[in-house]
């Protein structure tokens, strides 16, 4: 069993940064791949980002590669989201995830634990 809680979001204007952070609670942490999920208003949950359970491999969408960087630890138990050069295009509920499968892109359906979601939201 794995409890994912987020923390991080909040209100900014473009341009600006944010790191959300996803603490883990649960042994098995260090096996699952992490992932951040989000959500905009009136649209499916998209992919944003994942990590394997060592940390050696990082997978973005194009939509927020090279503005984006996701990092884990795994002593902390924490995975992070640093999120740079933010557009009113990526205001949504952000969701950290864990999944059991090793995949370069993820859909909902491979993810066993959800976080609650916290919400970003980028003026122009």
């Known amino acids: 069993q794995v409890q994912l809680v987020e923390s991080g979001g909040g209100l900014v204007q473009t341009g600006d940064s944010l790191r959300l952070s996803c603490a883990a609670s649960?042994?098995?942490?260090?096996?699952?791949?992490m992932v951040w999920f989000r959500q905009a208003p009136g649209k499916g949950r998209e992919f944003v980002s994942a990590?394997?359970?060592?940390?050696?491999?990082?997978y973005y969408a194009d939509s927020i590669k090279g503005r984006f960087t996701i990092s884990r630890d795994n002593v902390k138990n924490t995975v992070y989201l640093q999120m740079n050069s933010l557009k009113p295009e990526d205001t949504a509920v952000y969701y950290c995830?864990?999944?059991?499968?090793?995949?370069?892109?993820?859909?909902?359906?491979?993810?066993?634990?959800w976080g609650q979601g916290t919400q970003v939201t980028v003026s122009s």
């Open positions: 995830a864990a999944s059991p499968y090793s995949r370069s892109t993820y859909s909902p359906r491979l993810i066993d634990y």
């Open positions: 649960g042994r098995t942490f260090s096996s699952y791949a």
């Open positions: 990590i394997r359970w060592s940390g050696d491999s990082t």
